[in-house]
């Protein structure tokens, strides 16, 4: 059960830094303590490093629980998952 958590937290990490990126990079919301372009290309590469290594923890658990039926769903879940963090 422990792990599956971590794995729950880990999918939800995206939720939570690409919205504070966004919103602290406006200069309409934050005026002048809005992140610059160096910031805002560092907190994007941060979050990308960050994603993949997360994505990878999600997969190596996956692959561990060794049902095909768990393979088939994971990885349309993780399409959808994939699109909406795009969207984001």
Do not use: K
Not at 49 to 77: D, E, P, T
């Amino acid at each position: 059960m422990n792990d599956f958590l971590n794995v729950l937290m880990s999918l939800q990490l995206p939720f939570a830094l690409i919205p504070v990126l966004t919103f602290t990079s406006l200069p309409g919301v934050m005026h002048d303590f809005a992140n610059g372009l160096f910031w805002r290309v560092a907190g994007g590469l941060l979050i990308l490093l960050i994603c993949s290594i997360n994505m990878y923890f999600v997969v190596a658990y996956v692959m561990a629980l060794h049902s095909l039926a768990l393979y088939i769903g994971a990885a349309l879940l993780s399409v959808i998952y994939l699109a909406f963090v795009a969207y984001l």
